[in-house]
């Protein structure tokens, strides 16, 4: 039973209660519409939202446990030799699932209890969708006739229907803040996890980064260490380098749009400029991969210069390239806020163009400059497709823009692509890395914000 | 230091030749020489703006002019032309016409065997493999077709225009050079000489190369297409518009006519602002969290990519429809209400309906920023190997900017100008989509 057929059906069922609820008012106000306390429509809706919403209710909640509970009850039939392993475990549901889809002939000769256990699931699978269907139209029904039989010529449905409307919009502003607690918990929820195995101390302030752990234990291979300061200085390395490329050409360019620029100039090189802000990550990664890094190369062989293919410089050119506009329109915004009496001031005494901007204008705006490059920073430090093209996957601890550096996001993207096995401290370390990466952002954020904020008000 | 602040500390100092007391001759060099610099100063700083946003404009032109030159290529095709005799004995031994018969024919084979007659002095094991790379894998599959389609073949002999391997399109491309050392590139001194005979002959040809933009993902790069990437990219982002249009629109509207000024919409707000800033790859870590460990639904699945980015393109539109709905002027609203409507009513027939441009608008562009997304959908498993085009929205999947990463992350030469050309595509789409926002912007602009 598909979710698109299930919407569907849900979506007839709204129709039809309409209809019924509509009828009923029309039905109860014998032809004169002014008998009713609201209009046959809001009658209807009403009986539509008491029969859709539950409905979808239920389909939501059902889909959500699902997954959970069927896996739960296959695994709490299975034998202990295999539920005791975790990787033997996930394994064995996977094929268990392909043998529920009857997609598993390769599996043919694996053990009976993973057949049956394939069978049961294939099983269970269509009695959960079946049931789903019963609930959710018996959900959709008591709705209907509890809303149905609600309806009389004095039920106020207009406001009926828009408290329910009001309340469904708080709920969807609300989702805002289930996001934010989505992303903290469950980041929280795996680093606390990782920390009963790796140490916090050793994992802020450790040196070495190497999460390559044994996954047998008869294997040969490094303990592992997580210590993430490499991967910060790589991250700080290549952001600063982008902030030398973006803050200067960003900050010139929205002096010269705002300042000098005639309109006609202005019209054509704005948008411009913003088509840079509007090309997807992945495309500025292949060009720093493909374009520019060897670039560098060449040049720096030329000059005698040994510089690595993975080179941070090239990653940190090319994310300065793709910034430029964040710094150029947010700090176009702070300094067109400058009000114009300063201007005219500084005129007035004689001072040129660009001494009004050097002394007056860059000066008031200067808080505002340093929220919009703040945040500038924080976007460059949360970008990842360029630096996983781009940049190197060894933790170097390096201030030499001519190496290969690696990334907090880089080194989240390759521990979570690939075979993830949530028991063990290397898929692990990624969730801790996303959980600093996301309280960095957050805290430069918030800072930012709160210097614009303040120096708005300054002027308001 | 200025020069016009040093101007009037000089002429602050008492004892200096510029004394306040006596009058400053404004005709002197000395001054003129003063403003003179003054007036290379200011066109100076004027000429760095310029520059900046020059200096801006190039690196898009070059990223623009890199990419293009490098993909252009892919549109077209090196195709072999080659005489193919369609065996009965081979394809269809009894005369059955029946498709099944057919499709289990070896027309590997057939390409193989027509090879060797075309180069009779070729032997050895491991030179007529060598041989048989010159045709593409995948071409014994467009023979199947087009006999199954046309069975009339069978027993006659046609031109055929073949697919080439990859290597031999690069040879052809000139991205290989034939005069160069043999070991330094990936054919054979042998292939090279076969592909220039078949050159001589007039046995090769460019053509327009439709099955990239019909064909799904391939190891070999003359087989790969962008369809099935393009397809899942379409269900994702149906996904993600089904989900943030109507929520993000819904938060905007209680934000900016319902809510009061309490500590829950403070908290909403503050949380809007600062998803707005999150990282793209802790949407993934949060996707892979809550929509695979916790509810299980499944990898890969634009159903979860799209239920990703819509959370992540929530607070753009958020952002996007508040300021458009307190662009709406109050008159309007004290209108509606004036004349007895309810304030829901207020919002639905009046507010939202002049809101929709500017709504769209931010729809549309958080959209286009959806669909070149690619970390956060690296997370939650769209980064598998697919061949089939997905049929739904639980069908396993990737998208296009994922696709382009793939291929970006292959070693064969050949991928780089599907990349290029895939990247291409991409940015066609985002500019169709951004254009048509512009459009929606100009067309319904209002001043009030």
Known sequence: MSLTFLLLAIALLCALSFFFGRQRAVGLSGGRYSNLHSLPVHYGVYTALWCGLPALFIVMVWYGFQGTIIQALIVADLPDSLTSDPGQLSLALNSIGLLSEGRGAHLAGAAPELIDAGRRLANLKSIASGALVVVMVCGALLGLIFSYRKITKDMRARNNVERIARGLMMICSAIAILSTVGIVFSLMFESLQFFTKISPLDFLFGLEWSPQTAIRADQVASEGAFGMIPLFVGTLLITFIAMCVAVPVGLFSAIYMGEYASPKFRAVAKPALEILAGVPTVVYGFFAALTVAPFIRNQGSLLGLDVSSESALAAGLVMGLMIIPFVSSLSDDVMSQVPQSLRDGSYGLGATKSETIRNVIFPAALPGIVGAVLLAVSRAVGETMIVVMAAGLAANMTANPLQAVTTVTVQIVTLLVGDQEFDSAKTLSAFALGLVLFLVTLGLNVFALKIVKKYREKYD | ?448
């Open chain 2, 1 to 448: 230091m200025t020069d016009m602040a040093s101007l009037m500390e000089d002429r602050a100092k008492p004892g200096t030749p510029k004394d306040p007391r006596k009058p400053v001759n404004w005709d002197s060099p000395d001054i003129a020489r003063r403003i003179k610099k003054r007036y290379g100063a200011d066109r100076r700083f004027k000429m760095y703006g310029l520059v900046a946003i020059l200096m801006a404009l190039a690196a898009l032109l070059t990223l623009g002019t890199s990419i293009v030159s490098k993909g252009y290529t892919a549109f077209f095709h090196t195709y072999v032309e080659l005489e193919i005799f369609f065996d009965p004995a081979e394809i269809d031994p009894d005369r059955t016409n029946d498709p099944a018969v057919i499709g289990r024919a070896n027309f590997d084979g057939l390409i193989k065997q027509n090879l060797r007659n075309h180069f009779p002095d070729v032997t050895g094991r491991s030179e007529l493999r060598q041989l048989y790379d010159v045709i593409s894998g995948g071409a014994s599959y467009d023979l199947r077709t087009r006999v199954m389609e046309n069975p009339s073949l069978i027993g006659e002999t046609r031109k055929v225009w073949l697919i080439s391997g990859d290597d031999f399109d690069m040879l052809n491309k000139g991205f290989i050079d034939a005069g160069g050392e043999e070991a330094s590139r990936r054919l054979s001194d042998a292939q090279v000489g076969w592909f220039q005979r078949l050159v001589a002959d007039g046995a090769v040809e460019k053509q327009f190369h439709k099955r990239f933009f019909t064909g799904g993902d391939s190891r070999e790069p003359e087989l790969a297409g962008i369809w099935g990437a393009a397809v899942g990219s379409f269900y994702t982002l149906i996904i993600t518009l089904l989900l943030s249009f109507p929520i993000g629109v819904a938060a905007a509207v209680y934000l900016e006519e319902f809510a009061p000024r309490n500590r829950f919409t403070y908290l909403v707000e503050v949380n809007i602002n600062n998803l707005a800033a999150v990282p793209s790859i802790v949407f993934g870590l949060l996707g892979l969290e809550v929509y695979l460990n916790l509810m299980h639904l499944p990898r890969s699945a634009p159903l979860v990519g799209g239920l990703t980015l819509a959370l992540m393109t929530l607070p753009t539109i958020i952002i996007a429809s508040r300021a458009a709905i307190k662009a709406v002027p109050p008159s309007i609203r004290q209108a509606a209400l004036g004349l007895g409507a309810s304030k829901v009513q207020t919002v639905t027939h009046h507010v939202l309906p002049l809101a929709m441009p500017g709504i769209l608008t931010g729809t549309i562009i958080g959209m286009a920023q959806a669909l070149g997304e690619t970390a956060p959908l690296l997370m939650i498993g769209m980064v598998a190997f697919i061949v089939d085009v997905p049929g739904g929205v639980t069908d396993p999947a990737t998208v296009l900017p994922v696709q382009i990463y793939l291929w970006a992350d292959s070693p064969e030469r050949a991928f780089v100008e599907k990349t290029s050309a895939a990247i291409m595509v991409l940015l066609g789409f985002l500019i169709l989509m951004n254009g048509f926002a512009v459009y929606l912007r100009k067309k319904f602009e209002r001043k009030w």
